[in-house]
């Protein structure tokens, strides 16, 4: 990705019963007239480091088909 990219989790909800992380990561670059949303499911431990999750969010967000961005 860019380095002038900068990125956000917009909303980030876990789900006990399934493990798993449901998120929207945007994406903000220049020249994108509003932020790219990329719905991610990701599942992993309740107890994961924020900095792991977002990290794993945002790769995840990438393998989705916006890492040219």
């Known amino acids: 990705m860019h380095h002038a990219t900068a990125t956000r989790i917009a909303r ?3 789900h006990a019963a399934r493990r798993r ?3 929207v ?3 903000f670059a220049p020249g994108l007239p ?3 949303r ?3 499911v990701f ?3 309740p107890d994961l480091a924020y900095r792991d ?3 794993a969010l945002t790769r995840a967000a990438q393998r ?3 890492g040219g961005v």
């Open 53 to 55: 999750l977002t990290r």
């Open 38 to 40: 990329v719905p991610v």
């Open 43 to 45: 599942e992993a431990p």
């Open 21 to 23: 992380f449901d998120a």
């Open 34 to 36: 509003e932020p790219l």
């Open 12 to 14: 980030l909800f876990y």
């Open 25 to 27: 990561v945007e994406f």
């Open 64 to 66: 989705r088909g916006i």
